[in-house]
C-alpha cells in the first residue's frame, strides 16, 4: 500500500520560509517521479514543481522560480519543498504526487498525499 505523508506546513509571515517534507512508503520510491502540487481556497489544483527517479532533472512553475526548490532523498525516500520569500499568494494545501514518469511537461501522478496546510500571513 503506498503512503505518502507530508509535514513541515504551518503558519509564517510573509518573507518567511518553510520546509516541506513527504515520507514515501510501499513503492520503490527512486523508480519514481515526484512532485508537488498546491490548491488554494476556491482554486483548482495546480502543479508546484517535479523532480525525476535520481533527482537530476527537476521542474518548476515559472511563477516560482528562483524562489521554491524541489529535491529528494533516494536513502531516506523522502521528498521536499524548501519555500523562500513566502507570500501570502502562496497560501494553499500542499499535496505530495508519485508518478511512474517524468517529463518536461511535468507528471500524471498515480498516487497522493493527503496534504499539507501552508498559511502566509501579510
Known amino acids: 500500500q503506498v503512503q505518502l505523508v507530508e509535514s513541515g506546513g504551518g503558519l509564517v509571515q510573509a518573507g518567511g520560509s518553510l520546509r516541506l517534507s513527504c515520507a514515501a512508503s510501499g513503492l520503490t520510491f527512486s523508480r519514481y517521479a515526484m512532485g508537488w502540487f498546491r490548491q488554494a481556497p476556491r482554486e483548482e489544483r495546480e502543479f508546484v514543481a517535479a523532480i525525476n527517479g535520481n533527482g537530476g532533472r527537476t521542474k518548476l512553475s515559472d511563477s516560482l522560480k528562483g524562489r521554491f526548490t524541489i529535491s529528494r532523498d533516494n536513502i531516506n525516500n523522502t521528498l521536499y519543498l524548501q519555500m523562500n520569500s513566502l507570500k501570502p499568494e502562496d497560501t494553499a494545501v500542499y499535496y505530495c504526487?508519485?508518478?511512474?514518469?517524468?517529463?518536461?511537461?511535468?507528471?500524471?501522478?498515480?498516487?497522493w498525499g493527503q496534504g499539507t496546510r501552508v498559511t502566509v500571513s501579510s
Open positions: 504526487a508519485a508518478a511512474p514518469y517524468y517529463s518536461t511537461n511535468g507528471i500524471s501522478p498515480a498516487y
